[in-house]
């Protein structure tokens, strides 16, 4: 098992540029979650998905967008990125309330 | 809303001595509780979890974290540190019962350096 992956695992943008984050797991678990992590503010979530084709907002949503593909994968949107987006992204997943949340490598963005 | 707050942003201790790193959180509900670990360049994984039954729950490498719900606190402690316990640690909590598929609320984190 791979358990969650992400891609990519580094990223360099300029302002205004758009990506979109990818994120999978084969844990066939029914929740998924993106955070961001920035020095001295811990990790704080950006979006989740509780099941396959219900998406919500977390703390921090402004300036993303996500789409839950399938069971499997939950991708995230920058459509017009900032400098204030510059973090680490980590996608994770759990089989919902109560249960174990395995996190992904992470990905490193820079946006100039 | 919840929230949680680690009160110690940094603790540096020598090996072999006793260490406590410092979790309360808030909320108006039941809570599950959680203790992340976060190596140099890697993903969090997790430490050890609380749901229900006995407040005092343990993890394979000798942490322990007690709950206890008229402090809400959910402090995290190990007898005796080693060099491989330098990591950052994050406390963080989930509402029982809200249908929003356990998604968690985290602390700031703390940095636990373990000298020699």
């Known amino acids: 098992n791979a358990g969650v992956t992400q891609t990519p695992k580094f990223q360099v943008l300029k302002t205004g540029q758009s990506m979109t984050l990818q994120c999978a797991q084969d844990m066939n678990h029914n929740s998924m979650y993106w955070y961001r992590q920035d020095p001295g503010m811990g990790l704080r979530l950006i979006y989740y998905s509780a099941s396959e084709g219900t998406t919500d907002k977390g703390e921090v949503p402004n300036g993303y967008n996500v789409s839950r593909l399938n069971k499997r994968e939950f991708s995230l949107r920058l459509e017009s990125a900032a400098p204030s987006q510059t973090s680490v992204y980590f996608c994770?997943?759990?089989?919902?309330?109560?249960?174990?949340?395995?996190f992904g490598p992470g990905t490193r963005l820079l946006v100039l | 809303a919840q929230s949680v707050t680690q009160l110690d942003s940094q603790v540096p201790v020598f090996e072999e001595a006793p260490v406590e790193l410092r979790c309360n959180y808030s909320s108006s509900v039941s809570v599950y509780l959680f203790w992340y670990v976060q190596y140099p360049n890697q993903g969090l994984q997790l430490l050890l979890k609380y749901l229900s039954g006995s407040t005092l729950v343990e993890s394979i490498n000798g942490f322990e974290a007690e709950f206890n719900k008229s402090q809400t606190s959910f402090h995290l402690r190990k007898p005796s540190v080693h060099i491989s316990d330098t990591a950052e640690y994050f406390c963080?909590?989930?509402?029982?019962?809200?249908?929003?598929?356990?998604?968690?609320?985290f602390g700031q984190g703390t940095e636990l350096s373990v000298k020699p």
């Open positions: 994770a997943s759990s089989e919902g309330e109560g249960g174990t949340q395995y």
């Open positions: 963080a909590v989930s509402e029982l019962g809200d249908n929003q598929g356990g998604k968690l609320i």
